[in-house]
């Protein structure tokens, strides 16, 4: 059973416009969760963050939103440009009882010229 | 570079064979995280490691092992080679907030 869902294996968005790309989860007990961005041939790369006790989380040309009684998070990317073409995951953990992140399966977004 | 080196790179190797992955975390980081990924699958835990002692296991098999060194660098094991072995193998240190990953190592099991 996947605790963490990213429904659309794929997206793709003209560049300039919005990503938002979507994640579900399952775990009432998650608390804080991550966005990463991964390139071909590389490791996943740190985005940004939210922790439950907020709603909102902006860094630069990324915002996160946190929905908690739907328990969805999405990741907002504006404006989108070429470079963030790449897979992006959102995991998920319970930081309050220790545990580790669970990853969702990703997101291949793929921004067009 | 993210501080975090795993070694080698590509590897490619028969079934039955055990090979040995290599990960050195960022400098200060105690924690060392092992994640698999397969094709068109996300990260999956394998295992956690803390200053030398297992923390947490997630879906490894029983024919996957690791280790964490008093340097804090880390190994991973796998051996009797299946083709469904082939995968990333990521490597991740923690320090404040979320993980710091490795470049990976693509195995490749013919």
């Known amino acids: 059973d996947q605790q963490v869902k990213q429904n659309s294996p794929s997206l793709s968005v003209q560049e300039g416009r919005i990503s938002i790309l979507n994640c579900d989860y399952t775990?009432?007990?998650?608390?804080?969760f991550l966005w990463y961005k991964k390139y071909p041939a590389e490791g996943p790369t740190f985005l940004i963050s939210i922790s439950s006790i907020k709603d909102k989380n902006e860094d630069g040309r990324f915002t996160v939103f946190l929905n908690k009684s739907a328990k969805h998070l999405s990741l907002h990317i504006v404006p989108s440009q070429p470079g963030d073409s790449a897979v992006y995951f959102c995991a998920a953990s319970a930081e309050s009882y220790g545990q580790n992140f669970v990853f969702g399966p990703g997101t291949r977004l793929s921004v067009l010229p | 570079d993210s501080g975090v080196t795993q070694t080698p790179k590509h590897l490619i190797t028969a079934t039955g064979q055990r090979v040995t992955l290599r990960c050195s975390p960022r400098s200060g980081d105690l924690s060392v995280y092992w994640y698999q990924q397969s094709l068109d699958q996300g990260l999956q835990f394998l295992i956690q490691?803390?200053?030398?002692?297992?923390?947490a296991k997630g879906n490894i098999l029983e024919r996957f092992s690791a280790q964490q060194f008093p340097d804090l660098h880390s190994e991973l094991n796998l051996s009797s080679l299946e083709l469904g072995d082939s995968a990333l193998y990521f490597c991740a240190s923690r320090g404040g907030g979320g993980y710091t990953f490795g470049s990976g190592t693509r195995l490749t099991v013919v």
């Open positions: 490691y803390y200053n030398g002692e297992e923390r």
């Open positions: 775990n009432s007990m998650f608390d804080y």
